[in-house]
């Protein structure tokens, strides 16, 4: 088999409600999404890219300059292999959304080749394995989000994940206990700071969280991307996990914070890291330091978050995952792939990713 085409297309998915965090409001999912065409006229790859300019540094115009003028030439005539995953990554510098897009729908092409689901593709024996996804609380007034935490524990979710660090941290706590004594008691919360605050702040915040006393099962991000040493201080600082997400892109990231000891627990995206493969590599240094991981999304829709999902399935050290984003929109816009039951997520039927590529390619590309 070999590839005969890439093609894309930028498509917008509405919101129900603005989703707001500490470093931007989206109110809709900017999609970009991929089909790498193959000598088969049946077996078409699909990946999605989203343009998270504030974490990765990707737009929209970088991500489709990316695909037409490295990625394509690089790609269309040769033979499907697994040697081209790491020719993607190597050929360019950066552009993980770009190269996220193109490593899944490769890994599409070649789990539908096998004959097999993408994560038995990934783990020949991935076992049983049952996964739930919390569910986001944007930042909003208290009573609103107090409104919106109810409403999702009644749609079936245990796990709810409460934006912080936009405002004060009495602020925070304050919405935090608003939460707490409005929510039934075996829900499970945990807090999201997307690197809000400085080496100062986040102690203090760290300080007043472990002392409120609230049950926050882990505190996500507290400080900036390349805080490492202070990651790892603050982990042994403090009683509240903290969870690596902003600060963890690469190999070489998740290395430096084994080293400093940042090792509660680690949130692995795939637009970070660029795709499977190299999710792939950070899981097994997780794996080697005994490090449990969530997977989770940025704004994005059905198909990336699908790959998560099965590579999600697939990863011994993966016990959570963050798949919420998909909810939030006003209609599906893509038939097959990730599955919702309440909180709990399944893959579709069907070989690589079983989404249903002739009707998403009808719909974007029209």
Not at 8 to 15: A, E
Not at 273 to 302: F, N, P, Y
């Amino acid at each position: 088999m070999f590839i005969t085409d890439i093609k894309y297309y930028r498509y917008g998915t509405s919101l129900k409600k603005p989703f707001k965090t500490a470093l931007r409001t989206v109110e809709v999912i900017e999609s970009i999404y991929v089909f790498i065409e193959t000598n088969y006229e049946d077996i078409v790859g699909v990946g999605e890219a989203v343009p998270t300019y504030v974490i990765t540094g990707d737009t929209k115009g970088g991500i489709e300059a990316a695909i037409e003028e490295v990625f394509k030439p690089l790609l269309i005539n040769r033979q499907l292999t697994k040697d081209l995953l790491d020719e993607i990554q190597q050929i360019i510098v950066g552009n993980t959304s770009a190269k996220a897009a193109i490593d899944i729908a490769l890994y599409d092409l070649l789990a539908q080749e096998a004959e097999l689901p993408l994560y038995k593709y990934l783990d020949h024996n991935p076992g049983n394995k049952d996964l739930e996804t919390c569910y986001t609380v944007s930042l909003n007034e208290a009573n609103e989000m107090v409104e919106d935490g109810l409403r999702y524990v009644e749609e079936g979710f245990n796990h709810l994940k409460i934006k912080v660090g936009k405002d004060n941290v009495e602020t925070d706590l304050n919405r935090l206990k608003a939460l707490r004594n409005s929510l039934p008691n075996n829900v499970i919360l945990s807090a999201d700071a997307n690197q809000a605050w400085d080496e100062q702040g986040a102690r203090y915040a760290l300080k007043h969280f472990d002392e409120a006393d609230l049950e926050i099962e882990s505190i996500e991000q507290p400080v900036g991307r390349y805080e490492y040493e202070l990651l790892g201080e603050l982990t042994q600082s403090f009683n509240i996990p903290l969870m690596v997400d902003e600060s963890l892109f690469s190999t070489y990231d998740a290395r430096r914070l084994v080293e400093v000891g940042a090792n509660n627990l680690w949130n692995i995206k795939l637009m970070k890291t660029s795709g499977i493969h190299e999710a792939l590599k950070i899981h097994d240094i997780a794996q080697s330091a005994d490090i449990h991981c969530m997977v989770g999304c940025m704004m994005e829709t059905h198909v990336s978050v699908t790959a998560a999902l099965h590579f999600s399935l697939a990863a011994k050290q993966v016990n959570r995952v963050d798949f919420d984003a998909p909810l939030m929109v006003v209609e599906r816009e893509i038939e097959g792939g990730i599955v919702y039951e309440g909180a709990k997520v399944s893959p579709s039927e069907g070989f690589g990713l079983g989404i249903d590529r002739k009707s998403l390619y009808k719909k974007v590309s029209s």
